[in-house]
T-cell receptor, first 112, second 113 residues
Framework: GENVEQHPSTLSVQEGDSAVIKCTYS??????FPWYKQELGKRPQLIID?????GEKKDQRIAVTLNKTAKHFSLHITETQPEDSAVYFC???????????FGQGTRLTINP | NAGVTQTPKFQVLKTGQSMTLQCAQD?????MSWYRQDPGMGLRLIHY???????DQGEVPNGYNVSRSTTEDFPLRLLSAAPSQTSVYFC????????????FGDGTRLSIL
């Protein structure tokens, strides 16, 4: 099965700075790469995803980049704001997969 | 559009009791799944279903049963609650399988005394 690791496990940045979270995976068949955000006491929600035919995708202040050769993808958040404080999860998988394995999560804290 | 609805939101049980966590979705999604999330931990897959009448085990299935008699509903049953099952339980659904965005419910916070 898929082995998923996220780094770092915790990240603290000053408001306005950028944050980067990396997700490494083991299954070379993976071709769908989502990131989920979970605010304290809330449900996880998809914030951005990318498929393997695309190297980068942006949505306002967030972006995801993919390196299939090295089997990792990263979440980039620019101009961080207090509302970006949350736990972020990656969950790489492949088309037709029946099971989903989430990374252990990265707790991001934005310091005012 | 309600999305994924979980009930109850909170529950306290005694060791050995049984209960059912309810999950319903109104998006006509074929794929549904149950996760548990322990404090400070990630999401671990308990059971999943790719359609009505079809269920299978995830990462941590022991102590839990599921059934899928309709597309809309996917209840999770705890047969004999143990303190180790104290957790937050999330139900999720998607239009495809694991390779599509997952829509999560608000969770059920379960404490076993």
């Amino acid at each position: 099965g898929e082995n998923v690791e996220q780094h770092p496990s915790t990240l603290s940045v000053q408001e306005g700075d950028s944050a980067v979270i990396k997700c490494t995976y083991s299954d070379s068949a993976s071709n769908y790469f989502p990131w989920y955000k979970q605010e304290l006491g809330k449900r996880p929600q998809l914030i951005i995803d990318i498929r393997s035919n695309v190297g980068e995708k942006k949505d306002q202040r967030i972006a995801v980049t993919l390196n299939k050769t090295a089997k990792h993808f990263s979440l980039h958040i620019t101009e961080t704001q207090p509302e970006d404080s949350a736990v972020y999860f990656c969950a790489p998988t492949f088309v037709g997969a029946q099971k989903l394995v989430f990374g252990q999560g990265t707790r991001l804290t934005i310091n005012p | 559009n309600a999305g994924v609805t979980q009930t109850p939101k909170f529950q306290v049980l005694k060791t050995g009791q049984s209960m059912t966590l309810q999950c319903a979705q109104d998006m006509n999604h074929e794929y549904m799944s149950w996760y548990r999330q322990d404090p400070g931990m990630g999401l671990r897959l308990i059971h999943y279903s790719v359609g009505a009448g079809i269920t299978d085990q995830g990462e941590v299935p022991n102590g839990y049963n599921v059934s899928r008699s309709t597309t809309e509903d996917f209840p999770l049953r705890l047969l004999s609650a143990a303190p180790s099952q104290t957790s937050v339980y999330f139900c999720a659904s998607s239009s495809g399988r694991a390779d599509q965005p997952q829509h999560f419910g608000d969770g059920t916070r379960l404490s076993i005394l």
